[in-house]
């Protein structure tokens, strides 16, 4: 990490604690004077939003667990008694609950701005490398809580995503049991499910300080992609961005608090109101909604491939789905960054928007027609954007002239305004 | 090696590719190795099911109060199964069926026990994703499941849609015409 510090300590205490550990120097360094491009949108204000959210979810699922028994007899009636006899536990339930959805909501916002303005190009793979793992952690951390509350959707939601294992030739079997801890669903599941949701954010937590190390050594992407040059092109993340970012999460929080205090059970599904019972299935098994896109990949194939059947194919194409993600800096060759010079690139993004859009609204429907065809469709689209359109778009457009550095271009909207 | 002066040593060690440290350093590597192994193991196969979840190994269960045409579900090793007193007409159109136009081929006759053809008796779980089908419906006069669109035969045969395989049959065992043993 470069030298940006203008930190001179001021009293005799600081320079003692300077010379053995300077956490004081590091955080000056790195928040406050950190230089950061000037023309940053508020698509950039997600990443400090991110940073709360996980915050918010640690607070209260800390308090959750002061009061919630993860037993398959108490479980469902330990989250009802948060919620009617907790002082307070109505909101800091709902909080939780709400808070994964925000969460997703500014996690897909945060992947798509990178995936526009091109930051996962060279020297930033690692950095979105990272941000992928951070995604998957995510992704498992939520799906192990939405089991603690013990409701039906919980408990067929499991028993779908663990089955998922069982498409593993040979070994699928005794991976499931092991998972699971039994034949099917049950205590031992809950138990473990509730220790490892609760480590889980801590790893994300640290994956998340290795994302901003990446982060702080190349410096910010930008709208406009081109590298910064000098000094004119930045200014000190303190006060400029601390304050843009504090502004952006103001905002983020009043769509969640609207939530939170008058529909804290919309995001939610009705059918987990109802107690577990491994008997019944409900008509139509829904994951939570941010699940859905990669849900509905994985039951696009219901048909075999070669000598891979149907289950194991739909398990291929979900993680292919997400390696796609991985391997992205390798399949787009442009060396163009911002999606704003690239008068075609731009059109595929959108569709691609709209088609991912489309999956997560299929993934709720019926396994019916026209769905069933159209999740095909859509899925296929998903692995055309990536492993077609992008590496054929790298090789034929032709990009629009690049402004020279961020100064000229932010001057020049200026001179056009 | 040569600083050592060993004139027989280092003679050796040039003209063998591997020298004795080298050996030492693979062995020790390889017995900490197997060390680590040996203690990362118990961690993990405390996941395994446990005693008390193996114990629940086998059941009895009186089937006499199950009429023509009625399905019960009952619960072994923590999964459900459905037991299922068919109608000859379901019977009839399950033998019917040519093995070619099965995704997972399995005759009738293999599915059920001998003199007990009316009776089948599965694990509910759709071999898809876990879901329990619904019974009596479908396209194949048997279970339909509505998770992702199963169809499955009145022999509880996959038909049509992303399941795999055939319902499984658990080991079971009519111990006389009307008590079975499941397990
Ligand atoms: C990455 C951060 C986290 C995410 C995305 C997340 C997500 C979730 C979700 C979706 C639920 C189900 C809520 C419902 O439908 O009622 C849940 C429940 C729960 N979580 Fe978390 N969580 C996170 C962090 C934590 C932490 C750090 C703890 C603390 C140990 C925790 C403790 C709990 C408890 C006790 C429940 C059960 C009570 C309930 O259902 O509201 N969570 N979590
Ligand atoms: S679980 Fe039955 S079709 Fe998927």
């Given amino acids: ?22 956490v004081v120097r590091f955080a000056k360094e790195h928040l406050m004077d950190f230089p950061t491009p000037k023309n940053l949108n508020y698509w950039w204000t997600f990443g400090a939003i991110l940073v709360m959210c996980l915050g918010v979810q640690i607070v209260t699922g800390i308090i959750l667990a002061m009061h919630y ?33 925000m969460f997703f909501v500014a996690l897909y916002i945060h992947m798509f701005r990178g995936l526009f303005y091109g930051s996962y190009k060279a020297p930033r793979e690692i950095l979105w490398i990272l941000g992928v793992v951070i995604f998957l952690l995510t992704t498992a951390t939520a799906f192990m809580g939405y089991i603690l509350p013990w ?20 070994v699928g079997d005794s991976i499931k049991q092991l998972v699971l801890g039994g034949f099917a669903v049950g205590n031992p599941t809950l138990n473990r499910f509730f220790s490892l ?53 103001v905002l983020f929080m009043i769509p969640f608090a609207w939530f939170v205090f008058f529909a804290p059970d919309i995001l939610g599904h009705p059918d987990n109101y109802i107690m577990a019972n491994s008997q019944v299935t ?12 990669f849900y509905t990949i994985l039951r696009a194939i219901d048909f075999n491939i070669l000598f891979i059947d149907s289950k194991l194919g739909g ?49 709720a429907q019926e396994a019916a027609e026209p769905y069933t065809t159209l999740a095909k469709v859509c899925t296929a689209f998903y692995f055309l954007y990536f492993l077609v359109i992008l590496p054929v778009l790298s090789r034929i457009e032709t990009p629009k002239p690049l402004p020279t550095s961020i100064s000229e271009s932010v001057l020049g909207n200026k001179a056009h305004a | ?139 194949f006069d048997g279970w339909f499941c509505p998770c992702h669109g199963s169809h499955y035969d009145s022999a509880g045969r996959i038909r049509r849609g992303p399941a795999p395989k055939n319902l499984v049959v658990p080991p079971y065992e009519f111990l006389s015409d009307t008590l079975v043993q499941i397990g």
């Fill in chain 1, 315 to 363: 398990v291929i194409a979900m993680g292919g789905a997400m390696a796609c993600l991985l391997v992205v800096p390798w399949l787009d060759t442009s060396k163009v960054r911002s999606g704003v010079f690239r008068p075609m690139f731009r059109w595929f993004y959108g569709l691609f928007v709209i088609n991912f859009i489309a999956l997560m609204y299929l993934g």
């Fill in chain 2, 1 to 139: 090696m040569h600083s050592y002066g060993e004139t027989d040593l280092s003679t050796q060690a040039e003209h063998s590719s591997t020298n004795r440290r080298d050996f030492l350093y693979i062995a020790t590597g390889a017995v900490g190795a197997v060390g680590a192994a040996a203690v990362v193991w118990p961690l993990i196969n405390q996941l395994n099911p446990d005693a008390s979840t193996l114990a629940l190994a086998s059941i009895q269960y009186n089937i006499a109060p199950i009429e023509e045409g009625q399905s019960v579900t009952i619960t072994w090793r923590g999964l459900p199964v459905f037991v299922r007193h068919r109608t000859p007409k379901e019977i009839e159109e399950a033998k019917a069926v040519p093995m070619a136009d099965l995704k997972d081929p399995e005759t009738d006759e293999a599915r059920t026990k001998p003199g007990h053809e009316q009776w089948l008796i599965m694990i509910a779980n759709c071999t898809h994703l876990g879901c329990i089908p619904v019974g009596q419906s479908g396209d």
């Fill in chain 1, 69 to 101: 028994v993860p037993n398959v007899a108490l479980a469902f009636d330990s989250v009802e008694h948060i919620r009617r006899d907790i002082s307070g536990g109505r909101v800091i339930q709902a909080t939780h609950a709400v808070g994964a959805s």
């Fill in chain 1, 282 to 293: 409900p008509s139509h098994i829904v994951p939570e909604w941010y699940l859905l896109p």
């Fill in chain 1, 151 to 170: 409701g039906q959707m919980s408990f067929w939601g499991a028993t779908v995503i663990s089955n998922i294992f069982s498409a593993i030739p040979l």
């Fill in chain 1, 197 to 249: 949701h609760y480590l889980l954010p801590f790893i994300i937590a640290a994956v998340v300080a290795l994302h901003i190390w990446a982060l702080h050594v190349p410096g910010n992407n930008n709208p406009i992609g081109v590298d910064v040059k000098d000094s004119r092109d930045t200014v000190p993340f303190h006060p400029y961005y601390t304050m843009k970012d504090l502004f952006g999460m």
């Fill in chain 1, 1 to 22: 990490m470069s030298e940006h510090s203008t930190y001179v300590p001021g009293t005799a205490v600081e320079k003692w604690l300077d010379d053995r550990l300077p």
